[in-house]
């Protein structure tokens, strides 16, 4: 799978059509791996921490999650890269897994948040199979929720494990629980858990599309996300400015 370099984190080079169609591939070939969403705030964060910089370029995907990330790609020659959206990936999975072959299952989100989802989604899409939910705590799992959430997922068999926490602390997850977990494919897909089951707004399309989708965001929860927009922002396209002068070097192995 071609990856574009985007400071040093390795984005797939893909569209919406083909990361569906790369997870349905991977679990009916049990092959296991984690999928990474990845905007501006996540290759932002990888800047300053090398060991979550390491998870993103070793996700099985590593999804261009908004559109700075498909601009970036098309300065490379990409010019089929698109933005793979969390919720328009969990919602474009789920339609093609309406006939039930395939179970999932969601970790994450605030209390309720994930049996919202449940219901939402198999009205939606009449047939899926959604074999489990699970509520994590706001901290790491202790033994006994380990322990727990393990007794689930061994009962439920899903092949495909969603799992709705913010970035970073999603993709360590991933990273730490997928040889642990009895699951194919675990999908970090962030705000989608609070989209999909109507607890937050979405952006408008066009927002999407233009980049300003956070904005939106700034507007609906300015205390939580206003140092990763105002900040995060505008250091990343001084960080692009200087990637593609050749002012500096963003290795994808270092």
Request: with cysteine; proline share 6%.
């Amino acid at each position: 799978m071609t990856r574009v370099n985007v400071l040093g984190v390795g984005v797939s080079a893909i569209n919406l059509s083909q990361a569906t169609g790369l997870i349905l591939e991977a679990v009916r070939q049990n092959r296991r791996g984690y999928v990474a969403v990845t905007g501006v705030h996540g290759v932002s964060e990888a800047q300053s921490d090398p060991e979550f910089r390491r998870i993103l370029n070793a996700a099985f995907l590593n999804t261009p999650d908004g559109m700075p990330m498909t601009w970036v790609g098309r300065l490379q020659s990409v010019r089929d890269m698109d933005r793979v959206y969390g919720p328009d990936l969990m919602l474009s999975v789920c339609a093609a897994t309406q006939d039930g072959s395939i179970r999932h299952f969601f970790y994450g989100g605030a209390p309720g948040v994930a049996d919202e989802l449940r219901t939402a989604l198999s009205t939606r899409f009449p047939g899926i199979s959604v074999c489990g939910t699970y509520t994590p705590p706001f901290r790491p799992l202790n033994f006994d929720e380990e322990t727990e959430l393990l007794g689930r997922l061994r009962e439920a068999r899903p092949h495909i494990c969603w799992v709705g926490l913010s970035t970073p602390k999603q993709e360590r997850f991933m990273a730490a629980y997928l040889e642990k977990l009895p699951t194919t494919v675990m999908v970090g897909v962030g705000a989608a858990f609070d989209i999909l089951s109507g607890r937050v707004r979405q952006a408008p399309l066009w927002m999407q599309r233009n980049g300003v989708e956070w904005l939106f965001r700034l507007t609906q929860e300015p205390k939580r996300l206003w140092k990763r927009y105002l900040l995060n922002n505008p250091m990343f396209v001084l960080r692009i400015l200087a990637q593609f002068s050749g002012l500096r070097q963003y290795p994808l192995n270092d």
